[in-house]
Each structure stands twice: as C-alpha cells, then as structure tokens.
C-alpha cells in the first residue's frame, strides 16, 4: 500500500484563489463562532460516544454542527491509508484540514480521533487561531479499554492477530496541556458533555 507523503512540496503554479464570502460572514449567518473539537484517546476509551453525545446537545442548543469520526473516515477519505506511523500522520493531517474548511464553512466541528501522536496534533492545532481549537482528551485508561473491546480489536491485538495497535506494539503520546480530560471510566456521559460545554464556552 502506498505511504502518501504528509509535507507535499509547494507548487507554485497552484494559487489558491481569494473567495469574496469570508468566513467570518458565513459564521455571522449562523450566529455562532465556530470551532474544532478534537477528541483524542485510545480506542475504546468513549470518544465517539462522547462526540455523537455533544453533538446531539449542541444541536439542541441551535447551533451549527458536524462529527468528524475517525473510524467513519477510514472507510472513505482516508481508507487507502495503512496502520503504520507514517499512514497515521497522513491520517491525521486530512482530517485537520477537512475540519479547518468546516470551520471556515461556519460549523463546529467536533473531531473524534485515535490521533496518537503529539506532533501530529501539534500540527492540527496550528491550522487554527487559539480561539478555534480544543483539545480534549479522553483519558480512559488502556485496562479499562481492552475491558470493553466494543470492536474485539484489543483481542485481537493481544493475540498478534493485530499489528500496530495503539497502545500496544504502536505508541499513544497522551497530551501534555490538554484544554479538557474526560476519564470516562470515573465520569458519566452527562457529566461529561458538561466538563467539555463548560471549557467550551470559556474558550
């Protein structure tokens, strides 16, 4: 399977082309200011129960919203990337620039991926001004996720049926300065969307 390289050169013929509508009128129209939300943490540790959950809540509240699911992104934008380091990297830098268009678009958007290492996440958050990106980290520890094993994919993993699992035989770099940390193992889902509405509207 092919590596797609994650740092392309420029290419100066290519231009990119000054739209009239900017993004600040496309979030006026909305009245909120949009955001990303980047969920990281193990699998199995709640992110995407935890992702679908704000969203449901933010859609009540009116506002304008979009998930961005790791998994779901697998099986189409990312699904001709593999499992190694470099395929991870690749992973991650188009989901931060599929969820920097949305938030020029005026959503918020709340990212909900593995995103193992810090470099990586790193480079996500400087697509965005300070105001714009949040980084929460779902803390559930790896015990507690090969518990639940929603996928069998700790299992497997466990067995060697798996390679390059995360948290295994392929590192997770935990945030240093996260904005939010949710165990979900202490924390109800409630309390949660809570904790992170709370740092949200702080922000």
């Given at each position: 399977m092919s590596k797609p390289s994650s740092s392309a050169a420029p290419r100066p013929q290519i231009r990119p082309y000054a739209l009239s509508l900017s993004p600040t009128a496309r979030?006026?129209?909305?009245?909120?200011?949009?955001?990303?939300?980047?969920?990281?943490?193990?699998?199995?540790?709640?992110k995407s129960t935890l992702a679908n959950a704000l969203e449901m809540q933010l859609n009540e509240q009116g506002r304008h919203t979009f998930v961005l699911d790791g998994d779901n992104l697998r099986n189409g934008l990312c699904n001709d990337l593999g499992m190694d380091a470099m395929a991870r990297q690749e992973n991650v830098r188009r989901i931060a620039e599929v969820a920097?268009?949305?938030?020029?678009?005026?959503?918020?958007?709340?990212?909900?991926?593995?995103?193992?290492?810090?470099?990586?996440?790193?480079?996500?958050?400087?697509?965005?001004?300070?105001?714009?990106?949040?980084?929460?980290?779902?803390?559930?520890?790896?015990?507690?996720?090969?518990?639940?094993?929603?996928?069998?994919?700790?299992?497997?993993?466990?067995?060697?049926?798996?390679?390059?699992?995360?948290?295994?035989?392929?590192p997770y770099e935990a945030p240093q300065q996260a904005d939010c940390e949710i165990n979900t193992d202490e924390v109800d889902l409630a309390e949660a969307i809570q904790r992170v509405l709370a740092v949200l509207l702080e922000k």
């Amino acid at each position: 399977m092919s590596k797609p390289s994650s740092s392309a050169a420029p290419r100066p013929q290519i231009r990119p082309y000054a739209l009239s509508l900017s993004p600040t009128a496309r979030a006026a129209l909305k009245h909120q200011q949009p955001c990303c939300l980047w969920l990281t943490g193990l699998s199995g540790a709640g992110k995407s129960t935890l992702a679908n959950a704000l969203e449901m809540q933010l859609n009540e509240q009116g506002r304008h919203t979009f998930v961005l699911d790791g998994d779901n992104l697998r099986n189409g934008l990312c699904n001709d990337l593999g499992m190694d380091a470099m395929a991870r990297q690749e992973n991650v830098r188009r989901i931060a620039e599929v969820a920097r268009l949305m938030v020029d678009a005026g959503l918020i958007v709340i990212v909900s991926a593995i995103s193992p290492f810090r470099a990586d996440r790193a480079a996500a958050r400087a697509l965005f001004r300070s105001d714009e990106f949040l980084e929460v980290y779902v803390s559930t520890p790896f015990d507690i996720c090969a518990r639940r094993d929603p996928k069998g994919l700790y299992q497997a993993a466990l067995q060697g049926r798996l390679k390059n699992f995360t948290g295994l035989d392929s590192p997770y770099e935990a945030p240093q300065q996260a904005d939010c940390e949710i165990n979900t193992d202490e924390v109800d889902l409630a309390e949660a969307i809570q904790r992170v509405l709370a740092v949200l509207l702080e922000k």
